[in-house]
């Protein structure tokens, strides 16, 4: 079985403070995605990446992957009360089916 | 496009009941999944289809469970009798073929068994 493991598990920061939220796995995936929920709602994907080390921005959102495609981080710059939610990484192998992280639950605080 | 559209949005039914939980995927979308997401173990698949036809159902708890698509734009996840530790919230989604593609999530079922 493959596991995802997040860290921190729960993050509360005040408005305008950068973090950073980890993804782990002993196993290497083809591809690695990021998606954050809101209450209520279904995951939002945010990213898709798929060679080791690479990194992509989405405004304030930078993503990387990897250089072994076993591990991801989410690094959000000046954090803002939109950015509260739960984030999920997901990992996929061969196939389409994703594999879930345990999620981060990221409060920011105005 | 409307989504991935699940129904109903809550149920809460007695334990020993029958619940069906109803997904429309996106249209054009080969595969779809059910997947069940509580507090203790977070987002858990439980069922997969591609082409209308299961792949994977490793991951359904037990024979209580079952689901179906009968077409490519409805499935359904049976669960028969409840109990309350299917108390959760179950969501379906799609994608297009291909592993690099993400997943639409609809706004899923919390599914009550008292």
Redesign the interface.
């Known amino acids: 079985t493959q596991l995802l493991e997040q860290s921190p598990q729960f993050l509360s920061i005040q408005e305008g403070e950068n973090l950073t939220v980890y993804c782990n796995s002993s196993s290497v995936f083809?591809?690695l995605?990021w998606?954050r929920q809101e209450p209520?709602?279904?995951?939002?994907?945010l990213v898709?990446v798929?060679t080791g080390g690479e990194v992509k921005k989405l405004k304030r959102l930078t993503f990387q992957f990897g250089d072994a495609r076993k591990d991801s981080s989410l690094h959000i710059t000046a954090a803002q009360p939109g950015d509260t939610g739960l984030y999920?990484c997901a990992g996929?192998s061969?196939?389409?089916?994703?594999?879930?992280?345990?999620?981060t639950r990221l409060t920011i605080i105005p | 496009d409307a989504g991935v559209i699940q129904s109903p949005r809550h149920e809460v039914t007695e334990m020993g009941q029958e619940v069906t939980l109803r997904c429309k995927p996106i249209s054009g979308h080969n595969s779809l999944f059910w997947y069940r997401q509580t507090m203790m173990r977070g987002l858990e698949l439980l069922i997969y289809f591609n082409n209308n036809v299961p792949i994977d159902d490793s991951g359904m708890p037990e024979d209580r469970f079952s689901a179906k698509m009968p077409n490519a734009s409805f499935s359904t996840l049976k669960i028969q009798p409840s109990e309350p530790r299917d108390s959760a919230v179950y969501f379906c989604a799609s994608t297009p073929w291909g592993r690099n593609y993400g997943y639409t999530f609809g706004s899923g079922t919390r599914l009550t068994v008292v």
């Not at chain 1, 209520?40 to 994907?45: D, F, K, S, T």
């Open positions: 083809s591809s995605q998606y209520g709602e279904g995951p939002v994907l898709t798929v999920l996929a061969g196939n389409e089916k994703l594999t879930f992280g345990t999620g």
